[in-house]
């Protein structure tokens, strides 16, 4: 029988290699660590790479197996999947690997100027009826600014269609150089030890036959971001975990 959320919990607490810094904690307080995660924790000068919402955290756990050149940050708030990511990492002994329980809205309190090299999302909710809250809007995208190199990379892994198509079109509209754009990843003849790196719900949703859409981008630190107006027809499913959002057929 699995551990439960309390058990969980109590094991993260004691993992050097996990932060947690919900809401609720950082009203009055300054991350300490902020533009010192290489010199404080990593100990090296490696190119860091955020996961964000990691869940179970097997992209963090994959790519930091892959890369011992590179440093991994599974962010998410949801500390007992996060737990099997941390699990795993330390009895591996993967020294390139940490964990961020926050909220990612506040994301930017965690990370300096230029301190973040890429950041992948993989398989984020695609927040339908709330743009503000999609990690692929502007908004986020401004986040994101304040702590990615010029022109730093952001992948998106997604099986949802509204989603993708979103993120395309808000690339499109701000003129984001695309460095890969395909709509069924698993058929396009580009998956690589990197794509190929399966999440729990990801392997669901292909035994599902659902097509798995992937966009790799540059994120410019130059000019105003626009936020796209366009209707995109919702998904016609539901994603594992996922409620309805709207009985609407399209949203913006």
């Given at each position: 029988m699995g551990k439960g959320k309390l058990a969980k919990f109590a094991d993260m607490k004691e993992y050097p290699h996990v932060f947690e810094f919900p809401y609720s904690v950082m009203d009055d307080f300054t991350f300490s660590m902020k533009g010192k995660?290489?010199?404080?924790?990593?100990?090296?000068?490696?190119?860091?790479?955020?996961?964000?919402?990691?869940?179970?955290?097997?992209?963090?756990?994959?790519?930091?197996?892959?890369?011992?050149?590179?440093?991994?940050?599974?962010?998410?708030?949801?500390?007992?999947?996060?737990?099997?990511?941390?699990?795993?990492?330390?009895?591996?002994?993967?020294?390139?690997?940490?964990?961020?329980?926050?909220?990612?809205?506040?994301?930017?309190?965690?990370?300096?100027?230029?301190?973040?090299?890429?950041?992948?999302?993989?398989?984020?909710?695609?927040?339908?009826?709330?743009?503000?809250?999609?990690?692929?809007?502007?908004?986020?995208?401004?986040?994101?600014?304040?702590?990615?190199?010029?022109?730093?990379?952001?992948?998106?892994?997604?099986?949802?269609?509204?989603?993708?198509?979103?993120?395309?079109?808000?690339?499109?509209?701000?003129?984001l150089p695309v460095a890969f754009c395909t709509e069924d990843l698993y058929h396009s003849g580009w998956v690589n030890d990197i794509l190929g790196i399966q999440t729990y719900y990801e392997q669901q949703w292909l035994d599902r036959g659902l097509n798995i859409r992937y966009i790799k981008f540059l994120l410019r630190q130059d000019g105003d971001l626009l936020e796209p107006d366009v209707e995109i027809p919702l998904d016609e499913y539901r994603s594992y975990n996922r409620n309805k959002r709207s009985s609407l057929n399209t949203s913006k």
């Open positions: 995660w290489n010199q404080d924790f990593f100990q090296n000068d490696h190119p860091i790479v955020l996961e964000l919402g990691c869940g179970r955290g097997e992209y963090t756990v994959g790519l930091a197996r892959m890369y011992p050149d590179k440093n991994f940050i599974g962010v998410d708030i949801k500390g007992a999947r996060m737990w099997t990511g941390a699990t795993q990492s330390m009895k591996e002994g993967l020294k390139n690997v940490a964990f961020l329980r926050t909220n990612i809205e506040i994301i930017d309190r965690f990370f300096a100027a230029n301190e973040v090299s890429e950041i992948w999302l993989t398989f984020p909710d695609p927040q339908m009826k709330k743009v503000s809250k999609r990690l692929t809007s502007t908004s986020f995208m401004e986040r994101y600014r304040r702590f990615l190199v010029p022109d730093g990379i952001v992948h998106l892994k997604t099986d949802s269609n509204f989603m993708f198509t979103y993120t395309r079109v808000m690339v499109e509209k701000n003129q």
